[in-house]
């Protein structure tokens, strides 16, 4: 990739799924050289799980683009000896055990450190490397569930709504691990010595958790559930249906985005009305529903075009994907034979490029042992003994 920010950065990726692949997705879309490694069993099973080309799910050729395969038998003393001859020269290590697993491996942070005193350990957990739950099951729901953010998601009077963007397992297991990494790395270019990263995704959740935690510093405490400013109670701040059975996101929730909101409607009798609270809020907000659900999502695009104030469409994703603001922004690629995301930041002088398709369980692996120093007959001599 041109001018790739981490060119020259490997990674040993063993983790699998959603969490620690995305994490090494965005460092190998940055130009890392991202080595996936496999267990010899059933291996990342994310390549089963929805469908793709090839029986091979758009999942997992999606997060596991520009990555090289690799499959070691880590039980066995040749794999793991093969591994550690590839620590040796790796900057960077990510793994999703549960704590102790990769020690029981002989691959904890404290073995490859002895080997390589710059490596970046980063280790995706659940609950983290202690407490009490450390040695816990959980998944995102279990997450967001444990860090207060799930209370706060749904209407008024109704239960927790489980939302369909992983927020633990991406905010938490992904762009946290990313910034540990990042973090840890940049020290180590500089000092020598790497660091182990202890990423876990409830820890990630509950230090984004924001405004239930100011609201606890007030008289009032937390609101209920869908009554909080900017779930229900404002009402300048809410999603509202249209004739065709679409919705509006309608934000204007700064005085001077009300106004102009207000002002395009023909109601200035809102304008006092901002920041209603209460049975004023309920009122207002009745009014707004009754106006907007008098024409269709397409006629309310066409009419807040040209008016500035926080006013837009609520979107499916093949809609999304085809908006001209992502269309323009190059959001979409092609690639693998299926319809991916680019990464979601843009960097002068790079341009990013797929240059590699998701790999097959091991594909890479007499390409990568070769570039490790291995020769030609040690590889053989590993297949043979099928830990390769």
Aim: net charge negative; glycine share 12%; hydrophobic share 45%.
């Amino acid at each position: 990739m041109s001018g790739a920010p981490l060119h020259g950065v490997r990674v040993l990726d063993l983790s699998r799924l959603l969490p620690g692949p995305v994490a090494t997705l965005h460092l190998a879309d940055l130009g890392a050289d991202v080595i996936k490694i496999e267990d010899r069993g059933a291996g990342d099973y994310a390549r089963l799980l929805g469908e793709g080309p090839g029986d091979v799910s758009a999942f997992y050729r999606s997060v596991n683009r520009n990555k090289r395969g690799l499959r070691p038998d880590l039980k066995q003393p040749q794999g793991r000896a093969a591994f550690l001859r590839l620590v040796a020269t790796a900057d960077v290590l990510v793994e999703s055990f549960r704590p102790g697993v990769s020690d029981r491996l002989g691959i904890g942070y404290q073995a490859l450190r002895a080997i390589n005193a710059r490596l970046v350990y980063c280790a995706i957990t659940g609950y983290g490397q202690n407490g009490p739950l450390a040695m816990a099951a959980g998944h995102d729901l279990n997450y967001i569930g444990l860090a207060g953010v799930l209370d706060q998601i749904g209407v008024n009077g109704g239960p927790p709504a489980i939302p369909n963007l992983q927020i633990g397992d991406l905010l938490g297991g992904a762009m946290t691990a990313v910034m540990g990494i990042l973090a840890a790395l940049f020290d180590a270019q500089r000092t020598g010595q790497g660091r182990l990263v202890d990423v876990a995704m409830s820890d990630a959740v509950l230090a984004h958790n924001l405004f239930p935690l100011f609201a606890l510093h007030g008289s009032a405490g937390v609101a209920e559930r869908g009554c909080d400013v900017l779930t229900g109670g404002d009402p300048g701040y809410g999603v509202y249906a249209t004739a065709d059975g679409r919705y509006m996101a309608v934000a204007p929730l700064e005085k001077k985005f009300w106004d102009v909101f207000c002002a395009a409607l023909q109601r200035p009798d809102w304008k006092p009305l901002h920041g209603a609270r209460g049975a004023a809020a309920v009122a207002l907000r009745r009014e707004i529903e009754s106006l907007f659900v008098r024409r269709t999502q397409a006629e309310w695009c066409a009419f807040f075009a040209a008016v500035d104030c926080c006013v837009t469409p609520v979107l499916g994703v093949a809609e999304a994907l085809e908006h001209a603001q992502f269309v323009a922004r190059e959001m979409v690629v092609p690639a693998d034979g299926v319809t991916q995301y680019a990464p979601p930041v843009k960097l002068s002088g790079w341009v990013f490029a797929v240059e590699r398709a998701a790999p097959a369980a091991g594909e890479h692996s007499e390409e990568v042992l070769l570039e490790a120093g291995f020769s030609a007959d040690e590889i053989a001599t590993l297949r043979a003994a099928s830990v390769i």
